[in-house]
C-alpha cells in the first residue's frame, strides 16, 4: 500500500515554467514504477511522463517530450515533473501514479493508466495565454 500527495499546481502565463512533486508514502517507494497523467475539461485522462523504479528509464507523451522532465528522489520518497514553455494546451489536473510491479525490469516503464495501482488526488495546472 502507498498514498501518493500531489504538489506544487498553480496559475502561469504561457512560456513559464513549473515543478510538480508528488509525495509518496510507503514501506518500498523505489520498488514503484512512477507515473504523471493528465485530464483536461471534457477529455479523458491521458499519459504524460513515466519512470522506472530506479530512475534509470524514462517515457514521455509526443506533446511534452522536451518540455517536460520527470526525475525522483527514491531517498526522499518523491517524483517530479519540471514543466517548461507551458501551453495553454497544458492545463489540465495532474495525477501522480504509483505502479507496483511484478516482475518488471530494472528499466521498465508504463504508458497506461490501467496498469497503475495508486493515484493522488490530483493538482490543477492553469497555463493562459
Known amino acids: 500500500q502507498v498514498q501518493l500527495v500531489e504538489s506544487g499546481g498553480g496559475l502561469v502565463q504561457a512560456g513559464e515554467s513549473l515543478r510538480l512533486s508528488c509525495a509518496a508514502s510507503?514501506?518500498?517507494?523505489?520498488?514503484?514504477?512512477m507515473g504523471w497523467f493528465r485530464q483536461a475539461p471534457g477529455k479523458e485522462r491521458e499519459f504524460v511522463a513515466a519512470?522506472?523504479?530506479?530512475?534509470?528509464?524514462?517515457n514521455y507523451a509526443d506533446s511534452v517530450k522536451g518540455r517536460f522532465t520527470i526525475t525522483r528522489d527514491n531517498a526522499k520518497n518523491t517524483v517530479y515533473l519540471q514543466m517548461s514553455s507551458l501551453k495553454p494546451e497544458d492545463t489540465a489536473i495532474y495525477y501522480c501514479?504509483?505502479?507496483?510491479?511484478?516482475?518488471?525490469?530494472?528499466?521498465?516503464?508504463?504508458?497506461?493508466?490501467?496498469?497503475?495501482?495508486?493515484w493522488g488526488q490530483g493538482t490543477q495546472v492553469t497555463v493562459s495565454s
Open positions: 501514479a504509483a505502479d507496483e510491479p511484478v516482475f518488471y525490469s530494472d528499466r521498465y516503464t508504463s504508458r497506461y493508466s490501467y496498469e497503475y495501482d495508486y
Open positions: 519512470i522506472s523504479k530506479s530512475g534509470g528509464s524514462t
Open positions: 510507503g514501506r518500498t517507494f523505489g520498488s514503484y514504477v
